[in-house]
């Protein structure tokens, strides 16, 4: 079974949208690298933790759910076989790779794998 592992939010103005949620829910709010301000809700027990992106052209603002898969390659496979559209093809970083999807209503959520 397939896990929710995280949350991106996509933003124009990430700076406002980090200082909104660690003022309104106390979210603690990393420095940004990348463009990206990675953030914690709390105790990994009660919830998940994520981050605040300047979002792209294709995805200026909106919130994506992140599914952690132990092939991500597998997992863009059966996505397609079931009617996804590819967004941003699997994405190489550090400790992971990431790719972004559409499922077949549009509803837009990226795959997660840990190398």
């Known amino acids: ?34 463009d990206y301000w990675a953030v914690s809700t709390g105790e990994a027990k009660h919830g998940i933790d994520g981050g605040i992106g300047r979002g792209p052209s294709n995805y200026p603002h909106g919130t994506r759910i992140q599914v952690e898969r132990q092939s991500i390659d597998e997992a863009l496979v059966k996505a397609k076989e079931n009617g996804a559209k590819i967004i941003r093809d699997k994405m190489e970083f550090d400790d992971f790779y990431l790719a972004y999807l559409n499922d077949p209503v549009g509803i837009g959520f990226g795959l997660y794998q840990n190398k």
């Open 1 to 34: 079974m397939a896990r929710v592992i995280g949350f991106e939010m996509s933003s124009q103005d990430p700076e406002m949208a980090a200082a909104f949620y660690s003022n309104v829910f106390g979210w603690e709010v990393a420095e940004p690298n990348w």
